[in-house]
């Protein structure tokens, strides 16, 4: 039997071992000092833990009990009768606090979602609060087979499962060592795998074993190998990463920042981002972490200290630029770009160093920069630069095309490494790539290309599912939602009171949820939603239940801006007119003023159809689309305007609440 907990037995073995012995078990597995609390907190549970299992000795029990993905153990998990009871134990607690309610519940979320062996069992989560009064529960079970939280006071922890078995028809016995053997496959939100990762666990540790795993782990291995034949060879490379939307491409990079850190390489490295909500977003949840760890193993920790430390890999790019300017030469050997489509043409590079920094001339587009400041190396440098299709959303982000001219034009030295997707459409905006390609010293590897949405793991032709739509093609989209319907629900209102009811009532634990709309959403004011209203992505994306400035409030909306890179569990996507359906197709609006204005532009137009895009895939595991109704009497939002992107929506598969 694998070591995936501290201690494992037969209840009936269980009972008939002394509590000194269990006790050292359970000492000698622990990773750091055992301090008296914890020591006593492990007496009390044992104790009584044998005070009430006696009715059930032939069933295992598991103490402290791994859930890598959340980086933490279960107190205490039971197989009795083919259900699984997951107990969490507050030793000396008065009350059954919420948070507690909502940890035991993640730990049952965990099991169904990523431990093989447990996706079509019964599970039982169990909080057992030990000063609390007797308390009544009532078993309700989800549709997925687990039960909503039961409470206890440890008393009546017998009392409580025999009531399950009584009320639950007879389960298949589980056969344990199968059980505890079987795969387990997470796949964590982007602060949990930066954290994960941060730990020093490996990409194939917090990721799942299927083939968008095998991917990422190929991806990330032939990254180091070109970083290695750089160093080894005195030469100055630049590998492209492309993938879907949520195949894991800023997972990929973060791994190799993190990697670059270890003390066997002697080399800096970066990872650069000019998405200013994620950059924050990882650094505080980082931070966050380190404060609360050590708390846990009673260590003072400054979170001064632990942001400054984090910041040292995670950096916004424009302070990288910043930098460069002054013709230093950087410390950083790797340095890898997020969202590196997303860097600004010479236009706009020129525009904003002329009117910010006080520059007469800059006559650069960013690539070329950021390549000229890594060329500053005498000896050798890999950049690598992540690419995400149709991720473009802002006026003057140039797309990949301007880091092939710069290369093309002025670094014809540099090798370039890249995958064959990388003449797709959506990476090449219409230009010729494949000849832009053979002028350079370039080599074609598969193995950068993230072909496998991870980030939802009910939905993997989420993407697929979306470009469609986002294509104007309802019988594509309408074939792949037949796909994902039953793993991954997609709703559509008219109401939005009913889409946060939904929202609110089908989250779990600490499941996070958050309505979003795009930046040009000025007319949905009237419904409540004022999307010039700003966020703070940090208090938006970590905050809890108790914070109104949290997402699980449903107040305050995160735009592509606030999203991109980021994503929530269960998602409120508030349409607007900007981009509506008319006569069969979309057409891209921005309002004016005091009225809607068609927008001409065809870069512009990419930009808005690819901010729907952004907030079409931000969902892990579900969302609800709102499409308000309109108003006769305002002729800026007159139903015309909604109805038919409503009905093209409902023929997507789209299914109303």
């Not at 833990?49 to 009990?65: K, P, T, V, W």
């Not at 997470?186 to 602060?191: A, D, G, H």
């Not at 159809?609 to 969302?623: F, I, P, S, W």
Request: net charge neutral.
């Amino acid at each position: 039997m694998i070591e995936r907990a501290y201690y494992s037995e037969k209840i009936s073995t269980f009972l008939n071992t002394s509590q000194d012995h269990i006790l050292g078990q359970l000492a000698s597995k622990h990773d750091f000092a055992l301090d008296v609390s914890q020591r006593n907190s492990w007496i009390e549970q044992i104790s009584t833990l044998q005070q009430n299992l006696n009715a059930f000795q032939d069933g295992s029990i598991f103490l402290e009990f791994s859930i890598p993905r959340m980086g933490k153990r279960v107190d205490v998990l039971l197989v009795i009768a083919g259900i699984i009871f997951v107990v969490e134990c507050k030793i000396g607690a008065k009350n059954h606090e919420g948070y507690a309610i909502d940890q035991v519940m993640d730990y049952a979320l965990d099991l169904k979602n990523f431990h093989e062996g447990s996706h079509d069992k019964s599970i039982v989560p169990i909080l057992l609060s030990t000063r609390t009064s007797e308390r009544i529960n009532s078993l309700e079970w989800c549709s997925d087979g687990i039960a909503k939280p039961l409470l206890s006071n440890g008393k009546d922890l017998s009392a409580t499962i025999e009531q399950v078995l009584a009320d639950t028809p007879t389960q298949p016995e589980i056969e344990i060592n199968n059980w505890i053997l079987s795969g387990y496959r997470p796949t964590p939100t982007i602060v949990e795998a930066a954290q994960a990762l941060y730990r020093r666990h490996s990409v194939e540790e917090i990721s799942r074993s299927d083939a968008g795993a095998i991917n990422l782990s190929q991806t990330n291995e032939c990254v180091s190998e070109i970083i290695e034949h750089s160093k080894k060879n005195r030469r100055k490379s630049i590998c492209f990463v492309t993938g879907v939307p949520g195949a894991g491409k800023t997972l990929a990079g973060l791994n190799l920042a993190i990697q670059r850190l270890k003390p066997e390489h002697d080399e800096f490295a970066v990872f650069l981002s000019g998405n200013g909500p994620l950059v924050n977003v990882l650094r505080e949840s980082l931070a966050r972490d380190l404060v609360a760890r050590g708390k846990d193993n009673h260590e003072r920790i400054s979170k001064k200290q632990t942001v400054s430390e984090v910041s040292t890999f995670i950096q916004n790019i424009h302070h990288f630029r910043d930098e460069g300017l002054k013709s230093k030469v950087p410390v950083e050997n790797v340095v890898v770009f997020d969202e590196a489509q997303r860097a600004w043409s010479q236009a706009q590079a020129e525009k904003f160093m002329i009117r910010k920094r006080g520059m007469s001339e800059f006559g650069m587009s960013e690539p070329e920069f950021l390549i000229s400041v890594m060329d500053r190396k005498k000896d050798w440098c890999t950049i690598v630069a992540l690419i995400g299709g149709g991720q473009e959303i802002n006026t003057g982000e140039a797309g990949l095309i301007e880091w092939f001219d710069a290369l093309q034009k002025h670094f014809n030295n540099w090798e370039v490494y890249y995958s064959r997707q990388i003449i797709d459409k959506d990476y090449s905006w219409g230009q010729d790539l494949a000849f832009k390609l053979r002028s350079l010293k370039s080599v074609q590897k598969d193995m950068l290309h993230l072909a496998v949405s991870v980030r939802s793991f009910r939905a993997e032709t989420l993407s697929a599912f979306v470009g469609a739509l986002i294509d104007g093609n309802s019988d594509v989209a309408y074939e792949l939602h037949q796909i994902i319907k039953n793993d991954y629900p997609i709703k559509l209102t008219r109401d939005l009171g009913k889409a946060r009811r939904w929202l609110r009532g089908v989250a779990r634990g600490t499941e996070r949820y958050g309505l979003v709309a795009s930046s040009g959403a000025i007319r949905l004011k009237p419904e409540g939603i004022n999307v010039k209203a700003a966020i703070n992505p940090i208090m938006w994306f970590l905050n809890d239940k108790n914070d109104i400035r949290s997402s699980y409030y449903l107040e305050d909306l995160a735009t592509e801006f606030d999203i991109q890179g980021l994503e929530l569990d269960w998602i409120g996507v508030c349409w607007e007119a900007d981009f509506r359906r008319e006569r069969n197709k979309w057409t891209s609006n921005s309002f004016k003023g005091t009225r809607w204005q068609n927008i001409n532009d065809d870069h512009r137009r990419i930009y808005l159809a690819n901010a729907y895009r952004v907030l079409l895939t931000r969902a892990r595991q579900g969302m609800v689309i709102f499409v308000p109704k309109g108003n006769e009497g305002d002729y800026t939002r007159p139903p015309k305007f909604y109805d038919e992107t409503y009905a093209f929506l409902s023929a997507c598969g789209c299914v109303p609440l």
